[in-house]
């Protein structure tokens, strides 16, 4: 579009900037929108060069028709791809005001890009239409869209942020960047604003018009939703933002042909490229390389101590017991949604297949191997205080052992803490709920369908205020096999039937738990209603199949009793 001397400066500053370097790095499908759009814009754009360059009334079908198999690809990749054929549309509509002559011999080219393209995405685009939830759009808590924002203030905010992002502010996210760090450094960010400028000024030339189009539709899903993950949204203005920079590193060099000539001039502008590139290098290899991944919160994002840990299992003469902390086993709201990247990954990170991993949330839970001598890891969560369960860390997390070279695990050994609590748990009282098939008193252990058993509990505080949170922390033991499905649910009841507050919850991996271990789930997000008259209330708790809702039986000797317990009363204050 712009020469061949534009070209390898593009390709210069794209083999040396941060933002095209570390996102080739990342395993991302965004990464994947660049090769189909970008062949869909050379595409159409060889097709617009012929039909420009030729006056003959004849079609040429072909650069058209292959841009829109690239476009129409690149809609299978992300969401955000499907509103780039905006760019041939708003195009044509700058031919039709700016240059009549060439809307009349393009116009058939641009319709026959857009037919392709979406015929190619309409088996995706019915589905996503008939099935709303395929396209796993962000939560509003992911998320900064206020959708009570006006469409102008979420512009007037987000715009200055997505402009910045070449010059002076830079994406915050850990993943995709050093936060706060800009695309580009000052001397290319001046070389991107002179090109930005000088394709403003040439607009009435197409292909300056048709640039200017492509990079302002890329920014479109930052500046009108927000502006998270801003260098993972605008992947696709890359190619044009490093031609910016081509244009006016260019323009510079035409103008110092003005002063210095023949081989004087081929130095002087090899130089001062050389210059360029060099500063960028330097700067993208000190901060990848050392600043970057020196920081905790990047470890965390990449999961270094996490293959620390692989490292040093591998290296180990046999496997020891190991509770291993991960975020997010179960999504409340669509569950595994957040799949736990330890667990997929593990496999990769050591060649051990004899491994005895037992998976958990341990913001909520904690699972005790067989036995309570055990490796505590936690990589990538770091300090532990931030993560662990306030009501876990104690007894269980107490007086860690340190394992040497690696920050990410400890050695526990609860096995005088089980004694103390077993000694509190003998003297904990049960109540059987009005519909137990039972006579007698109820006393732990309870068992649950031969799956697990209640061995313990405590609620905290005992007594409490309308409106404020109760936290109710059950202790279990494996029976027999745990599917991965089962939940717990706490309920508070305003009768024996009637649930005034309640909280279901499991955060361990079932398929990873054994027979003989132990662990402990806290829920502490169940809230007394605020309009809650004062009194005593029972707290009851069981477990479900979250596929299907049925119940496990608690079973007293070979029958079934009932399909929950009463713990005890919290007392509402007024």
């Known amino acids: 579009m712009f020469g061949w001397r534009v070209g390898l400066i593009t390709l210069g500053t794209a083999s040396v900037v941060w933002w095209s370097i570390l996102v080739g790095r990342i395993v991302l499908r965004e990464v994947m929108e660049l090769p189909p759009y970008v062949s869909a814009l050379y595409c159409f754009w060889r097709g617009f060069d012929q039909v420009r360059q030729s006056h003959a009334a004849r079609m040429v079908w072909r650069p058209f028709a292959l841009g829109g198999v690239a476009l129409g690809a690149a809609q299978y990749v992300h969401t955000i791809p499907r509103g780039l054929f905006s760019v041939f549309i708003l195009f044509g509509i700058y031919l039709l005001i700016f240059q009549r002559d060439l809307f009349k011999r393009a116009w058939r080219g641009i319709i026959v890009l857009i037919i392709v393209a979406e015929v190619i995405a309409a088996p995706l685009l019915i589905y996503a239409t008939l099935h709303p939830n395929i396209d796993n759009l962000p939560s509003l808590g992911a998320s900064q869209y206020d959708p009570d924002q006006s469409l102008l203030d979420r512009i007037g905010s987000n715009l200055p942020i997505v402009l910045g992002q070449f010059t002076f502010a830079g994406d915050t996210a850990l993943e995709f960047n050093s936060p ?30 048709f640039a200017l189009l492509a990079l302002s539709v890329s920014l479109l899903p930052s500046i009108v939703l927000d502006s998270n993950f801003t260098f993972a949204r605008m992947l696709s203005a890359q190619a044009l933002t490093f031609a910016f920079v081509g244009i006016g590193a260019d323009t510079l060099g035409r103008g110092m042909q003005r002063v210095i000539t023949g081989r004087a001039y081929s130095i002087a502008l090899a130089t001062a490229l050389m210059v360029v590139f060099g500063i960028n290098l330097i700067s993208t290899v000190r901060d990848m390389f050392i600043a970057w991944p020196a920081q905790p919160d990047t470890k965390a994002a990449f999961n270094a101590e996490f293959i620390q840990l692989g490292q040093y299992l591998d290296r180990q003469p046999q496997g020891a017991p190991i509770s291993e902390c991960v975020l997010w086993i179960i999504y409340p709201s669509r569950p595994r949604y957040h799949a736990s990247l330890q667990q997929d990954a593990l496999q990769h990170v ?25 490796i505590f890891a936690h990589p990538d969560l770091q300090p532990l205080s931030n993560f662990a369960g306030r009501f876990i860390k104690k007894p269980w997390l107490q007086n860690p052992r340190p394992i040497d070279g690696l920050s990410g695990a400890v050695q526990i050994d609860v096995r005088s803490a089980l004694a103390q609590k077993q000694i509190e748990w003998n003297q904990l009282a049960l109540d059987w709920p009005p519909e137990a098939i039972v006579t007698g008193t109820a006393h732990l252990p309870i068992n649950f369908d031969r799956t697990v058993e209640l061995i313990g509990y405590s609620i905290k505080p005992q007594a409490i205020k309308a409106g404020e949170n109760l936290a109710v922390i059950t202790d279990w033991r494996v029976l027999g096999p745990v599917p991965d499905d089962l939940m717990i649910f706490s309920h508070v009841y305003r009768s024996p039937d009637q649930v005034l507050a309640q909280q ?25 209603p605020p309009d809650t008259p004062a009194g005593s209330y029972w707290i009851g708790v069981g477990l479900y199949h979250r596929d299907t809702g049925q119940r496990l039986p608690i079973e007293v000797g070979d029958q079934p009793a009932a399909d929950r317990i009463f713990l005890g009363q919290v007392q509402v204050q007024p």
């Open 180 to 209: 706060g760090r800009p695309i580009f450094e000052p001397i290319t960010a001046i070389l991107f604003v002179l090109g930005i400028v000088l394709a403003v000024w040439r607009v009435r030339q197409p292909e300056y018009a």
């Open 350 to 374: 050591t060649v051990r297949r004899d491994l005895d991993i037992r998976w958990q949330d341990c913001r909520y839970a904690l699972v005790i191997p067989s036995g309570g001598q055990f």
């Open 504 to 528: 279901d919850q499991l955060d361990v991996s079932g398929a990873s738990l054994q027979v003989g271990d132990i662990f402990i789930q806290q829920h502490e997000f169940i809230t007394i």
